[in-house]
């Protein structure tokens, strides 16, 4: 996309926020600050200390026979919300992550409409909104697929091919304007060289090594 037309988009996804926010106001409903029926996630920090072990482990080996290492939605979860949103400076809030299979997972969380006003250079006009609405939720729920790269060096790359907005779907081009850098980096992870592939089966993320 040219960036002429990644600012349009930012403009239009931008207003169209602070559009349905003003008419929300007055009592109607809107599709793209709704709340989403978001399915609770139980974690424990026994699961984000094993999830941490085993990519620790992972990283650690050089040589040796082939190996193949399960990372539960619940481990991987606990890494989200307890390590990895954290240790990245991700502006995300209540992150999620589904495994669903075919290689393909999703993630869920919020962002403060306020903040993405900010970043889309929209703030003055955001500024005539109620006080309370500034911190107002604004939920994304994207769907990607996972692949390995095999150019060096090696990533995992998640491409997003669906973005929910709340209730309302969207382009999905329109993420990088949504989200702030770190969490745009969730999107691409570096790998050891001796990783072979990752693959999504339901519920579960399966890492194979090289021998």
Not at 3 to 12: D, F, N, R, W
Not at 44 to 64: I, P
């Amino acid at each position: 996309m040219k960036l002429g037309c990644a600012g349009c988009l930012s403009t239009v996804v931008g207003l169209g926020l602070l559009a349905v926010a003003l008419v929300a106001t007055v009592g109607v409903g809107s599709r793209l600050l709704g709340q989403p029926v978001v399915a609770p996630s139980v974690t424990t920090a026994a699961d984000g200390s094993r999830a941490q072990q085993k990519l620790f482990d992972l990283t650690r080996r050089r040589r040796g026979a082939p190996e193949t290492v399960v990372i539960t939605e619940a481990e991987l979860n606990a890494l989200l919300t307890r390590h990895l949103v954290e240790a990245r400076g991700v502006q995300l809030g209540a992150p999620t992550a589904r495994l669903l299979g075919g290689d393909r997972l999703e993630l869920m969380g919020y962002r403060p409409l306020g903040r993405i006003l900010e970043e889309m250079s929209l703030a003055s006009v955001g500024s005539v909104l109620p006080a309370g609405w500034w911190e107002r939720p604004v939920w994304l729920r994207v769907g990607a697929h996972v692949r390995v790269e095999e150019r060096s060096p090696r990533h995992l790359r998640l491409d997003v091919d669906a973005l929910v907005v709340g209730r309302q779907r969207v382009p999905a081009l329109a993420l990088r304007l949504l989200m702030d850098p770190g969490g745009v980096g969730l999107l691409r992870w570096p790998l050891p060289s001796h990783i072979e592939s990752v693959t999504i089966e339901p519920g579960r993320a399966i890492i194979r090594t090289a021998s």
